[in-house]
């Protein structure tokens, strides 16, 4: 009983680890940062290429564009991140 109670008093109950979570420590890599917003640049001025195009729909579409890509690459990491699939 005394050995149950002398492993139970070692734990660390509520302490989270300090693992880093290797899906969100990619964006503090050197660079990271301004290689995003030159993808982003470099999508708004393929759609403003296009003639046909005014400057805000460009806007609106790269953000629309951002958006999509976001919010596909997280649905991607949510399923990746299931143990049951």
């Given at each position: 009983m005394t050995n149950l109670f002398a492993e139970l008093s070692n734990m660390n109950v509520g302490?989270?680890?300090s693992d880093p979570n290797?899906?969100?420590t990619f964006f503090n890599s050197r660079g990271m940062w301004i290689?995003?917003?030159i993808i982003v640049i470099l999508v708004?001025?393929?759609l403003l290429s296009l003639p046909f195009l005014s400057v805000a729909v460009a806007w609106?579409?790269?953000n629309v564009i951002h958006n999509a890509?976001?919010?596909l690459t997280s649905i991607i990491n949510q399923i990746k991140s299931k143990t049951h699939l």
């Open positions: 302490v989270a680890h290797p899906n969100s290689t995003y917003v708004h001025y393929m609106t579409l790269t890509v976001c919010h």
